[in-house]
Nanobody, 119 residues
């Protein structure tokens, strides 16, 4: 079973950048597809970006396309989210999640890291 720990959140001005990291332990990292989710106060959690176990296929919600990049380093067992041109509406708690390759649901979650974008 994999354990996930996010880092890299913080306070940034609109237009700025942040890089989130998610360190995995306790499992074979390449057995998992990975994703970043976010949840803003009063809103439902939404998936922001996803990546296959090999890292060769990624997907994004429309609102972050062209600004965010998801990637993974399987040797370091780490997932990343590079966030550029940040907007106040990107303010949320960001979570990384994992699911077994071929699995239907994300079963493993980190504790989250807060991203706050000021206008």
């Amino acid at each position: 079973q994999v354990q996930l720990v996010e880092s890299g959140g913080g306070l940034v001005q609109a237009g700025g950048s942040l890089r989130l990291s998610c360190a995995a332990s306790g499992g074979t990292f390449t057995l998992y597809s990975m994703a970043w989710f976010r949840q803003a106060p009063g809103k439902e959690r939404e998936i922001v970006a996803a990546i296959t176990w090999r890292g060769d296929t990624t997907s994004y919600i429309d609102s972050v396309k062209g600004r965010f990049t998801i990637s993974r380093d399987n040797a370091k067992k780490t997932l990343y989210l590079q966030m550029n041109s940040l907007k106040p509406e990107d303010t949320a708690a960001y979570f990384c999640a994992a699911k077994e390759v071929g699995g239907g649901e994300y079963r493993y979650w980190g504790q989250g890291t807060q991203v706050t974008v000021s206008s």
